[in-house]
């Protein structure tokens, strides 16, 4: 598991994230742990690395 720090799009906290490494290529929704808004989240890994990462707000 990696950890990987980043801003909610929504309340501009410094939020962290568990992302699993073993999977390539990873989106789904999860709710910020500061203000509970939706953010869909989208990682990529490369041999455990993590070479790509997005975090976009939801309109609720």
């Known amino acids: 598991m990696i950890e ?3 801003t909610c799009p929504h ?3 410094s939020i962290s994230m568990l992302f699993d ?3 390539s290529k990873q ?3 999860e709710d910020c742990e500061v203000c509970c808004n ?3 989240v989208t990682s990529e890994f490369i041999n ?3 070479v790509g ?6 309109e609720q």
């Open 27 to 29: 989106s789904y929704v």
């Open 4 to 6: 990987h720090h980043f």
């Open 38 to 40: 939706p953010i869909q």
């Open 21 to 23: 490494s073993s999977i």
């Open 53 to 58: 990462f997005q975090a976009d707000s939801i």
């Open 11 to 13: 309340c501009w906290e």
């Open 48 to 50: 455990t690395e993590l």
